[in-house]
């Protein structure tokens, strides 16, 4: 069994993977970014729930990187900042995640380089797993040290239909699309009706950009942050 570093993994689209791979012998699970916070019974791994990732944990790591591994990762802090700053609104809008200044995210973008590394040789990690394609940030962090350190990585990504998936061991494999535009063929004339309607299941559990709008505008006025900090 490979000892396994997983992210995600636990919302409606693959709840049974884990699980499976676990009961099988396939895998033996040593850290588990997980959306929700509680631990389930099967999991004996150190599970963290990723939220605490965006909103400027407070990490204490014990190992420090070689520097060799800063010098492949900084290339994209960029992409880290960009990926990272949807978490300003959609977690934890507090008046500290909303004033938080760039400087902020390029400390978070190094602290979460060390703890990772931290993760990945406290456990001896031998494959890491994704239940999607990196897209929040530190989970970018997270693939680009596997990679640098020659861990191999799966990545899932959730088809429209139930327990299907597109799985790639590099975010290359998906294809280059800034340089390469995809063929759209003709449309192909099928009428599949209307009478039976599968229901849905894909991002059931995500908010909806209205829905953070309005929690935004509830929470924070500008008359009452003006006679907070007159």
């Known amino acids: 069994m490979k000892k396994t570093f997983a992210w995600g993994f636990d919302n409606k689209c693959n709840p049974k993977v884990l699980p499976s791979l676990i009961q099988n012998k396939t895998i033996e699970l040593k850290f588990w970014v997980k959306q929700i916070r509680e631990k389930p019974m099967f999991c004996k791994a150190e599970v963290v729930c990723y939220d605490d ?39 934890g809008p507090s008046e500290v995640m909303i004033s938080r200044q760039i400087m902020d995210d390029v400390n978070h973008f190094y602290r979460l380089v060390h703890y990772f590394y931290e993760k990945l040789t406290k456990y001896e990690i031998e ?34 239909f139930p327990n299907r998936f597109f799985c790639v061991s590099d975010v290359r494999d998906m294809g280059n699309v800034l340089n390469k535009c995809p063929t759209v063929s003709s449309p192909a004339g099928i009428d599949i009706g209307t009478l039976v309607q599968a229901p849905l299941f894909y991002m059931q559990n995500i908010q909806d950009a209205d829905w953070h709008y309005q929690e935004l505008e509830s929470d924070f006025k500008l008359s009452d942050q003006i006679k907070k900090h007159k």
């Open 53 to 91: 990732f965006f909103t400027l944990y407070n990490f204490q790591p014990s190992t420090p990187p070689p520097v060799e591994l800063f010098k492949k990762l900084e290339p994209h802090l960029l992409d880290f900042l960009l990926m990272n700053a949807r978490h300003q609104v959609n977690y």
């Open 127 to 160: 494959q890491v797993l994704f239940a999607n394609i990196y897209h929040e940030g530190a989970d970018l962090i997270v693939y680009l040290l596997a990679k640098a350190m020659n861990i191999p990585v799966l990545m899932c990504y959730q088809s429209l």
